[in-house]
């Protein structure tokens, strides 16, 4: 559960970031971050067109640089777009300054109000500035589809497990992640739809 559920520290720690929904509607959130990539943004929109969902997709703004037929996919089907910064950075490895400049290159590709960070951390002052800027979303689960540890079957345990009303699922649209989401994905949807779940996406 540490892993796959945000701790109360860091919910503390950001407490304008948006971490679930509305605990009384029975909905989930389903996200993707760090695509668009060929090699799994296909399967993801296909797999959600098949069930008549809507997700959002968190981006990095030099994967829609390379691959901007993707990006506009996504768009065309309605679905949700959230800005993951341009290059995938790590909130404590770079200065404030470059961060936040990262974040707006990505968002001249991206045109998202939505933002979250790589790996789900940022310096407060990070936090501070694009939080003018961008509704911050989090996660109240994440499914831990990048990890080589876990099996198709651990992702979908995970969903089941942890998965409670206004819950944000995170998925991930990258290599690590597609081999599991090939069954992990429409496993998971069909478990959620079983348990009568509504499928929402961020306004």
Not at 90 to 107: D, P, S
């Amino acid at each position: 559960m540490i892993l796959e559920q945000p701790s109360f520290w860091l919910r503390w720690l950001f407490p304008r970031a948006i971490w679930r929904m509305d605990k009384n509607e029975r909905s989930v959130y389903l996200t993707f971050d760090d695509g668009p990539i060929p090699e799994s943004t296909p399967f993801i929109l296909e797999t959600l067109a098949r069930y008549g969902i809507k997700a959002t997709f968190f981006m990095v703004g030099d994967n829609v640089r390379k691959y901007p037929e993707l990006y506009q996919q996504i768009v065309d089907a309605g679905h949700q777009v959230g800005n993951h910064t341009h290059n995938h950075l790590g909130a404590f490895k770079h200065w404030t300054t470059t961060y936040i400049i990262n974040t707006f290159k990505a968002n001249e590709l991206i045109h998202a109000h939505l933002f979250r960070p790589p790996h789900g951390v940022m310096r407060h002052s990070e936090y501070y500035w694009l939080g003018k800027e961008f509704k911050i979303v989090m996660w109240d689960l994440v499914t831990r589809d990048y990890s080589k540890w876990m099996t198709a079957e651990d992702v979908v345990n995970n969903v089941k497990r942890y998965a409670r009303n206004g819950s944000i699922i995170t998925f991930h649209d990258s290599l690590k992640s597609i081999d599991k989401l090939q069954t992990a994905l429409p496993e998971s949807i069909e478990w959620l739809k079983s348990e009568g779940y509504e499928f929402k996406i961020f306004e």
